[in-house]
């Protein structure tokens, strides 16, 4: 069983959706918990990182962890097609392990 | 993409051919990675540096091997590429062994026929 079980999707919503973009993890010693963006044929790029359980804001995302449920989420409100991409979550103990990425997709 | 260029971009080669990837930075960054990404397996790790001449194994590392001779290079070779190695190969680099942060490099594209 992976470490990291990200929901595989593809997700298509209509523009101004709420989107939720969900990751499972078994490793308790997990102590950062990031979001990676990466669009078509680019490398990821860090969008969002937790360290403790609850939420964290940041313009139209919010990164919600619950340690207690080894459970991470990443909300995006009024979802434009620009956000229209690949969602990877990632761990970190020492190193980092990805989830296999949800590609969304937002049509105007 | 943070000061880190790969080389080449994108590659076609033929089973059993030795392929050198290159990864180069402007960051000075201390740490370097090498991962490849699949459908279905997402980014895994193939190798790491933490240094000069400083390597080490990830997940995935059977088949290929990696050199650092400066701090800005870090090259991945296959050494007798397989169709099995057809992938996307992505150069990362953080600032040090506790930066949960990394930045990633445009990626390559190979193709072994």
């Known amino acids: 069983q992976k470490e990291v079980e990200q929901d595989p999707g593809p997700l298509s919503v209509p523009e101004g959706a709420i989107v939720s973009l969900n990751c499972t993890y078994s490793?308790?010693?997990?102590?950062?918990f990031m979001w990676y963006r990466q669009y078509s044929r680019k490398g990821p790029e860090l969008l969002m990182y937790t360290y403790s359980s609850g939420n964290k804001e940041d313009g139209r995302f919010t990164a919600q962890v619950d340690k207690s449920s080894k459970y991470i989420s990443l909300f995006i409100r009024d979802s434009q097609p620009s956000d229209s991409a690949t969602y990877l979550c990632a761990m970190w103990a020492g190193k980092s392990t990805f989830g296999d990425g949800t590609t969304l997709t937002v049509k105007p | 993409d943070a000061g880190i260029t790969q080389s080449p971009r994108h590659k076609v080669t033929e089973t059993g051919t030795p392929v050198t990837l290159r990864c180069h930075q402007t960051e000075n960054h201390r740490y370097m990675y090498w991962y490849r990404q699949d459908p279905g397996h997402g980014l895994r790790l193939i190798h790491y540096s933490y240094g000069v001449k400083d390597t080490d194994k990830g997940e995935v590392s059977d088949g290929y091997s990696v050199s650092r001779s400066k701090t800005e290079d870090f090259l991945l070779t296959l050494e007798s590429a397989t169709s099995s190695q057809t992938s996307v190969y992505f150069c990362?680099?953080?600032?040090?062994?506790?930066?949960?942060?990394?930045?990633f490099g445009p990626g390559t594209r190979l193709t072994v026929t």
């Open positions: 490793n308790s010693a997990f102590q950062y």
């Open positions: 990362a680099i953080s600032r040090d062994r506790s930066s949960y942060e990394q930045y």
